[in-house]
């Protein structure tokens, strides 16, 4: 096994270690170099390079729904890509069309979809909306959390809280004014009727998965009535059953004007969507936005088969059922590090008193389970939907050893 430029043979031949070093050799170095080259997946477990098997508990950031190599996953995209892969937005596809359908029917309101790509895409056209209907009523500018995530192209940087991501890359083309997440009296100061549109994730997920307090949605979406304001939710990490149901925004029975996915939608085959709700799904002229590859049909074929394997095996119960095994195992852990769990469902935040989520990410890699260390106190457990009670007390019996390992 030699050099960079081995065919794909000779990659999967590759040690981990050879793999790490020539992805630092040949990328870009704004990830840094991963710890784990995995190289097989199956249900809930990842095989690397050298053959370590591991539990996935992360599932590449809330994306493996289903976990790794699902059948319905399998077959759909396989099918799909041996009868046509892609047409561009020249043409329609007939995936694109069952996808769009199947949403707007899940989200149970008149709305219309834009199919993109990625997370960062779909909020690229959330934000144009909001442009358009900020242009249409002299509205000016826009309010976001602090501490937000919303995606790394230069429209979803400038709604994105934080500054170690976004200041070097300002000035921004929107005017977005941040205010703490979850204090709806901050909130109602920022938004005037000059506000055409206030953005929030339901719950913070990069931030380390930090719920609002009880009734926060409420009250935004009274300000935002209140005041003309579109209320757009960004659910690409919290939606498609993530927090134990289709969308984390139904457990405050608020209806956005404007919603975002991407993760978790396409099971691991790249998808994102932006829906528009009533006036805001018809705000865009012809021509005023696009994308090549936005509702290719294999990603939307992937994208159907995870919807209706979540539906026909009863997923959200589930999430909801091993979603509280987890967090009550976590809660009853005794260890001076821990100092409680947050999140909902399968999307949770085991809360360290102490910056050592780095190590504790490590450990866990070493006692073979694969965690997140989301902020430097906040460990992000966030495995495939599919990930069953067993899996979860085999981690939860290793947990506390993997915290021993972590000195004080
Ligand atoms: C991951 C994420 C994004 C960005 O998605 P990409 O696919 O990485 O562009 C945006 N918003 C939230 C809430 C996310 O979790």
Request: net charge negative.
């Amino acid at each position: 096994m030699t050099g960079a430029t081995g065919t794909g043979a000779d990659v999967l031949a590759a040690s981990a270690g050879s793999l790490r070093e020539r992805f630092e050799a040949a990328f870009m170095p704004n990830y840094g170099v991963p710890p784990v080259v995995p190289v097989r997946g199956e249900g809930c477990h990842l095989w690397d390079a050298d053959g370590r098997r591991y539990l996935d508990l992360i599932a590449g950031i809330a994306v493996s729904s289903l976990g790794h190599a699902h059948p319905a996953l399998v077959e759909a995209v396989s099918r799909q890509v041996a009868t046509l892969a892609h047409t561009s937005n020249l043409f329609v596809n007939e995936p694109e069309v069952l996808l769009a359908e199947r949403l707007l029917g899940l989200l149970k309101a008149p709305g219309r979809v834009f199919l993109a790509n990625s997370g960062t895409e779909a909020n690229e056209c959330a934000l144009k909306l909001a442009i358009s209907y900020g242009r249409n009523t002299g509205r000016k500018y826009f309010v976001a959390a602090e501490n937000s995530f919303h995606g790394r192209t230069l429209g979803a940087l400038s709604l994105t809280g934080k500054a170690s991501i976004r200041d070097q890359f300002g000035p921004f083309p929107a005017d977005v004014r941040f205010v703490p997440y979850g204090d709806a009296d901050a909130l109602k100061q920022a938004v005037t009727p000059d506000c055409a549109a206030v953005f929030l994730e339901p719950t913070q997920g990069e931030a380390g998965v930090v719920p609002p307090p009880d009734g926060y949605f409420t009250a935004v979406r009274e300000i935002c009535d209140a005041t003309g304001a579109l209320l757009v939710l960004d659910e690409i990490q919290s939606a498609i059953g993530r927090t134990g149901h289709w969308f984390a925004h139904q457990h405050d029975g608020v209806v956005p004007d404007v919603l975002t996915l991407a993760k978790g939608l396409g099971g691991g085959m790249p998808v994102g969507a932006c829906v528009g709700f009533g006036n805001a799904g018809t705000m865009f002229a012809k021509g005023d936005h696009g994308s090549t590859f936005g509702g290719n049909p294999v990603a939307a074929a992937a994208a159907r088969a995870v919807l209706d394997t979540i539906e026909r095996d009863g997923l959200l119960e589930h999430v909801r059922t091993v979603g509280k095994l987890l967090a009550d195992g976590i809660a009853a852990i005794d260890h001076p590090l821990v100092s409680g769990v947050r999140g909902r469902g399968l999307w949770l935040a085991v809360v360290l008193t102490a910056d050592r989520a780095a190590d504790v990410q490590a450990a866990a890699q070493r006692a073979g389970f694969l965690v997140n260390a989301v902020q430097p106190d906040a460990v992000r457990i966030a495995p495939p939907l599919v990930i069953t009670a067993e899996q979860v007390e085999t981690f939860l019996a290793a947990f506390p050893a993997i915290l021993a390992e972590v000195t004080p």
